[in-house]
């Protein structure tokens, strides 16, 4: 296991039950980052998955698991949190979901589609990512992937004349280095979850030099449900592409 995969695991061990229940429980229709936001874009470009092998990758606690599998996809799934994974087992009884790394998949078998939400920008080496996922794919197998949008990583907040602004320009979206996000957890617990920066033009270059084609991209807009479940959110966030997702193939 990798420096960074450590930091991740050892910060999503301790964040599981909190995360899980603000995603189910806390907010039962859905959390904003994620049911309003990066789901409804990441399931537009996988489409209808009934009878598909599905891999999760990165799966956490199983939410997406689970839906698939509701769906109809044949789901397996693995994360680097064994704490998730306690979680995702029983949430998910009947599913094989592993503890295993991104740079050694725990899985020989070869799937459909490989899903990884907001996880791969947590690694430094995206090559030796695809390298892994294009092993376990079908040929003109789909690789769908959602990430912080690399503009709005450099995104920063000001105050202006009393008025609090999002700026872009103040950091730099050409140095691709480890950043650090602050997750205010439950009013009290703020949590840095590092992930890795890249630009446009480096993830585009990792998709081809790696084998695969671009089919699909979508940046992520809420739904519209969630302006009055979460007003200030939305009044953000339909305006700044916060996370974005693609649908790659592997040729």
Do not use: Q
């Amino acid at each position: 296991m990798k420096k960074e995969e450590k930091e991740v695991e050892k910060k999503y061990d301790f964040l599981a039950e909190l995360y899980h229940n603000l995603r189910t429980k806390k907010f039962p229709g859905g959390w904003f980052y994620n049911e309003m936001l990066e789901m409804p874009a990441a399931l537009e470009l996988l489409g209808k998955v009934k009878d598909k092998k599905i891999l999760d990758f990165g799966c956490g606690t199983g939410i997406y698991a689970k839906l698939l599998t509701k769906k109809g996809a044949k789901v397996k799934g693995f994360d680097i949190s064994k704490e998730m994974i306690k979680i995702a087992k029983e949430e998910n009884p009947k599913l094989d979901l592993k503890i295993g790394s991104g740079y050694k998949i725990p899985f020989k078998e070869k799937f459909d589609i490989v899903i990884a939400t907001l996880v791969i920008d947590y690694f430094k080496d995206w090559n030796a990512v695809f390298r892994e996922v294009k092993k376990v794919l079908k040929n003109n197998g789909f690789f769908i992937f959602s990430i912080g949008n690399p503009v709005s990583e450099c995104i920063e907040k000001v105050i202006h004349n009393g008025e609090k602004l999002r700026v872009l320009g103040k950091k730099d979206y050409f140095n691709e280095k480890k950043i650090y996000g602050i997750w205010n957890v439950d009013g009290k617990k703020k949590i840095r979850m590092p992930t890795h920066h890249k630009t446009y033009e480096t993830i585009i270059k990792t998709i081809v030099k790696n084998g695969f084609e671009i089919v699909d991209y979508k940046d992520c807009f809420p739904l519209k449900k969630s302006k009055k479940l979460f007003p200030k959110d939305y009044a953000i966030y339909s305006k700044i592409p916060y996370f974005c997702v693609w649908k790659i193939k592997k040729k």
